[in-house]
């Protein structure tokens, strides 16, 4: 059964401070993977997307890692802001001979308190 | 990258009665859009996904005679919640594929069902 489980649930820090969410995966046939930040009451919004062959990407002070061996992923946030508050959604694309489904994580609220 | 728009952003309707939400790619064709729903503090949830031009194809446990899914054309796709009751109160968001199976979400529709 294809499932991407992510921890912690929720997580509160203070601002300036860094965090790393986690993401685990069991998906086959693996296609990429995706992190997305969804600020309340709003869509979720692409922050990166790596396939197999990639271990690391980051965009800004977002920076995922992925572990294909252990179906692995973090995503690591750098000095946080207050409008990092949102939550942090992992997907997994599952490959399919026409076009992609994707897995959804249950998320990881995070709050960045001042 | 590619929008996606929905209308409206929120919506209040009274118990059964029915209601149309929108979902438009704006500067792409979309020959395959997908619908979620969203319930507080949870991760979307896949209801049906919408092919211009054929029927939607439901995900198990989603009554298709209770949504309605429409995709008449390659920029257009409709959900409409028919006999609306409070238990269908919930956050619904639309995604589109581009032509390189990249997904793009729109930034939801909340509905509130008296």
């Known amino acids: 059964k294809n499932q991407v489980e992510q921890s912690p649930q929720s997580l509160i820090i203070l601002e300036g401070k860094n965090c790393t969410l986690q993401?685990?995966?069991?998906?086959?046939?693996?296609?990429?993977l995706r992190w997305y930040k969804q600020d309340t009451g709003r869509g979720p919004v692409s922050l990166t997307i790596?396939?197999?062959?990639?271990n690391t990407k980051s965009n800004g002070r977002y920076t995922a890692t992925l572990d294909a061996d252990t179906k692995q992923s973090s995503l690591h946030i750098t000095a946080s802001q207050l409008s990092d508050s949102a939550s942090y959604i992992c997907v997994v694309s599952v490959g399919m001979e026409y076009g992609n489904k994707l897995v959804f994580g249950a998320g990881t609220i995070l709050r960045v308190k001042s | 990258g590619a929008v996606v728009s929905q209308h409206p952003s929120w919506v209040i309707c009274k118990s059964g009665t029915s209601v149309k939400i929108e979902c438009r790619s704006l500067d792409f064709q979309a020959t395959t859009m997908f619908w979620y729903r969203q319930f507080p503090k949870q991760s979307l949830m896949l209801m049906a996904t919408?092919?211009?031009?054929?029927?939607?194809?439901?995900e198990q446990g989603v009554e298709k005679d209770k949504f309605l899914i429409n995709h008449a054309s390659l920029t257009l796709s409709t959900l409409t919640v028919t006999s609306a009751h409070p238990e269908d109160s919930s956050f619904y968001i639309c995604?589109?594929?581009?032509?390189?199976?990249?997904?793009?979400f729109g930034p939801g529709t909340r509905l509130t069902v008296t």
């Open positions: 919408s092919n211009e031009g054929s029927k939607a194809t439901y």
């Open positions: 995604s589109a594929w581009d032509r390189s199976y990249e997904q793009y």
């Open positions: 993401c685990n995966y069991t998906v086959s046939p693996f296609s990429n």
């Open positions: 790596m396939t197999f062959s990639e």
